[in-house]
């Protein structure tokens, strides 16, 4: 059961623009935490943008000013514009979701949470 499914990555020019769509169901869909992350071969992982439940979003400096995550809940999907495209955005970008409802008072952000569920993953290349 694939419970994360993005769609919407491609091949754009640089200065170009995507968004990336990541329709989450069953109890990945039950998150207080989602997040897009992007890994090129050869290196680590890394969070890009997240966004909890109450809409505080954070996101790496590297695509802070161009990239904006967002969620629609009724639709249970997550979003990720990218704009102003650069050759270094080229990576497989992942959606992420805890699967938690809520946290308590120890909470620290969703960049300290563990993501238990993860897409399929979609590429996105960016050419010079």
């Known amino acids: 059961q694939v419970l994360l499914v993005e769609s919407g990555g491609g091949s754009v020019q640089s200065g170009g623009s995507l968004t990336l769509s990541c329709r989450a169901s069953g109890p990945a869909s039950d998150s207080y935490c989602m997040a897009w992350f992007r890994q090129v071969p050869g290196k680590q992982r890394e969070a890009v943008a997240t966004i909890d439940h109450t809409g505080s979003v954070t996101y790496v400096d590297a695509v802070k000013g161009r990239f904006t995550i967002s969620q629609d809940s009724a639709k249970n999907t997550l979003y990720l514009q990218m704009n102003s495209l650069k050759s270094e955005d080229t990576a497989m970008y992942y959606c992420?979701?805890?699967?938690?409802?809520?946290?308590?008072?120890?909470?620290?952000?969703?960049?300290?949470?563990?993501?238990?569920?993860w897409g399929q993953g979609t590429q996105v290349t960016v050419s010079s």
């Open positions: 992420a979701a805890d699967g938690t409802l809520h946290y308590g008072l120890g909470f620290s952000g969703c960049l300290s949470v563990d993501f238990g569920f």
